[in-house]
């Protein structure tokens, strides 16, 4: 009797621990693992204390301020647009963070890394823009398209991540040297590069001090008008990367009406302004 009972009870046992396990595996399964480099669980996010806040990089801060002030003026709604590198208000977007804005599918890939309110299914592309030359004021060194860009003594500036910053810029060069099968005219362009800058902020500087030309988006020279003109790039070399946002499930409730205006045709003519296009 002692022998069943034993046997019983390691049965039990058994049973019990092949329960836990797979329920451990379970609940392994369903937990987030994301694991980037700025997230913080101490951090609780609670973002709805009637403040639309938006955080992301510089690029689409612009054409998003242009929505916000314009919002904020039809609907007495406070929106604020927080923009930068990332390691500047990443807590205060963990925390506050009605939208998670990126300025390419890339960028906001990275983002939720760290935001682990917000996942893959609320990432919502809103509009596109393209990558053009920027080149000084009256375009003193005559370039006009892409192969300028190979000539010697031409000094060009490249918005690169370089593995370790979430920015748009990352590869957009080697995509548009790239384009036409052409090894050589990844070569040649890569001599001319003198700095591969970590963020379009960066890269506007140093193309200010130093280049000639700086590979970027539409949007950074019609923002600054006074400090640089642009070049389109030929139809087959130009790359284009979108514009996108995450809202929070915790979000203000006035949220989703901030959202359907930077959809709406009033938005669009306000975005269309910095070349975002749909």
Request: no cysteine; hydrophobic share 40%.
């Given at each position: 009797?002692?022998?069943?009972?034993?046997?019983?009870?390691?049965?039990?046992?058994?049973?019990l621990?092949?329960?836990?396990?797979?329920?451990?595996?379970?609940?392994?399964?369903?937990?987030?693992?994301?694991?980037?480099?700025?997230?913080?669980?101490?951090?609780?996010?609670?973002?709805?204390?009637?403040?639309?806040?938006?955080?992301?990089?510089?690029?689409?801060?612009?054409?998003?301020?242009?929505?916000?002030?314009?919002?904020?003026?039809?609907?007495?709604?406070?929106?604020?647009v927080?923009?930068?590198?990332?390691?500047?208000?990443?807590?205060d977007?963990?925390?506050?963070?009605?939208?998670?804005?990126?300025?390419?599918?890339?960028?906001?890939?990275?983002?939720?890394?760290?935001?682990?309110?917000?996942?893959?299914?609320?990432?919502?592309?809103?509009?596109?823009?393209?990558?053009?030359?920027?080149?000084?004021?009256?375009?003193?060194?005559?370039?006009?398209?892409?192969?300028?860009?190979?000539?010697?003594?031409?000094?060009?500036?490249?918005?690169?991540?370089?593995?370790?910053?979430?920015?748009?810029?990352?590869?957009?060069?080697?995509?548009?040297?790239?384009?036409?099968?052409?090894?050589?005219?990844?070569?040649?362009?890569?001599?001319?590069?003198?700095?591969f800058?970590?963020?379009?902020?960066?890269?506007?500087?140093?193309?200010?001090?130093?280049?000639?030309?700086?590979?970027?988006?539409?949007?950074?020279?019609?923002?600054?008008?006074?400090?640089?003109?642009?070049?389109?790039?030929?139809?087959?070399?130009?790359?284009?990367?979108?514009?996108?946002?995450?809202?929070?499930?915790?979000?203000?409730?006035?949220?989703?009406?901030?959202v359907?205006?930077?959809?709406?045709?009033?938005?669009?003519?306000?975005?269309?302004?910095?070349?975002?296009?749909?």
């Amino acid at each position: 009797m002692k022998k069943v009972k034993a046997l019983a009870t390691s049965i039990a046992l058994a049973t019990l621990a092949a329960s836990s396990i797979a329920s451990a595996a379970m609940n392994m399964d369903t937990m987030d693992n994301r694991e980037g480099m700025f997230y913080d669980a101490s951090i609780q996010h609670h973002p709805a204390d009637g403040v639309i806040r938006l955080y992301g990089p510089g690029g689409p801060h612009s054409a998003l301020i242009k929505v916000a002030e314009a919002y904020e003026k039809k609907t007495g709604q406070k929106v604020e647009v927080i923009f930068g590198p990332e390691k500047k208000w990443t807590r205060d977007a963990q925390a506050k963070a009605d939208i998670i804005f990126g300025s390419s599918e890339q960028s906001i890939t990275a983002y939720l890394e760290n935001y682990h309110f917000i996942t893959q299914k609320d990432v919502q592309p809103v509009y596109i823009r393209r990558a053009i030359i920027a080149v000084k004021k009256g375009n003193p060194k005559n370039i006009q398209g892409f192969d300028d860009l190979l000539k010697p003594d031409t000094k060009v500036v490249v918005t690169e991540g370089k593995g370790v910053y979430n920015t748009s810029g990352t590869g957009v060069w080697e995509d548009i040297a790239g384009r036409e099968g052409s090894l050589q005219d990844v070569q040649k362009l890569r001599k001319n590069i003198i700095s591969f800058e970590k963020g379009s902020g960066a890269g506007f500087k140093e193309f200010n001090e130093q280049g000639d030309a700086w590979i970027t988006w539409i949007d950074w020279p019609l923002t600054n008008p006074g400090k640089a003109d642009y070049v389109e790039l030929e139809k087959d070399r130009t790359i284009y990367r979108d514009m996108n946002i995450a809202v929070s499930p915790k979000a203000d409730p006035a949220t989703a009406d901030f959202v359907k205006f930077l959809n709406s045709s009033e938005g669009e003519k306000l975005v269309a302004t910095l070349g975002w296009t749909r």
